[in-house]
């Protein structure tokens, strides 16, 4: 009967809890890669190839679930498109790296006197490898990436503006490439730096 009544009022306290509707921000973000060596065969020319990272832009879109004043918790979807590299052998351009990704994931913000934040997403990160004058192979990477960030936001009446540094990783990187997909595989990045600002509404 206890636990009855102690869940009955965890689930009015949340039921009551204030829910906003929503956030929109811009990312800019330098994605690094790691330096990689190819087999022979297929598209891609054996040797070792320079790390990848280029720099880019994303567009997220958010929706508050939870919001407990303090804390909030809400689902979150960010586009990025296509961004691009050179592929280096050697020291001698080759072609170029080209990656665009979409995710979906979860997160969470607390507010203090510096607002933080943590959040995991699942992305389809689009990798394209080009190779002058002999082609291109391409493949979709499918995996969980976390993230963490630091920031100020403002809270206005009607919109909530904020900025955050943010720093996320992948939860699984190809390692050991034994063919010319799991090179590229390889080569997509496993670390992301970004500056994330925007609204809250």
């Known amino acids: 009967m206890k636990k009855t009544v102690v869940a009955g009022l965890v689930l009015l306290g949340m039921s009551s809890a204030p829910v906003s509707a929503g956030e929109l921000g811009l990312l800019v973000d330098k994605q690094v890669g790691t330096a990689q060596t190819a087999l022979a065969g297929g598209q891609i020319q054996s040797g070792h190839y320079d790390a ?39 020291g001698a351009h080759l072609g170029t790296l ?16 510096l ?23 391409s493949v979709t990477y499918y995996r969980p990436w976390m993230n963490a960030g630091i920031g100020l936001s403002v809270p206005l009446p009607i919109v909530k503006p904020f900025v955050r540094l943010e720093v996320a990783v992948p ?31």
């Open 52 to 90: 990848v990272s280029p720099t880019g832009v994303g567009v997220r879109l958010g929706y508050t679930l939870l919001n407990l004043e303090v804390l909030e918790l809400g689902i979150v979807g960010t586009y990025h498109p296509k961004v691009t590299d050179d592929l280096v052998l050697s």
């Open 98 to 113: 080209s990656n665009q990704y979409e995710a979906l994931g979860i997160q969470a913000d607390w507010t203090f006197l």
């Open 115 to 137: 607002n933080l934040h943590a959040g995991l997403e699942y992305r389809a990160e689009k990798l394209s490898a080009t190779v002058t004058g002999v082609g291109t192979q």
């Open 171 to 201: 939860v699984n990187k190809e390692s050991n490439p034994a063919d010319n997909t799991t090179f590229i595989k390889a080569m997509a990045p496993s670390l992301q730096v970004s500056l994330y600002g925007g609204i809250r509404f």
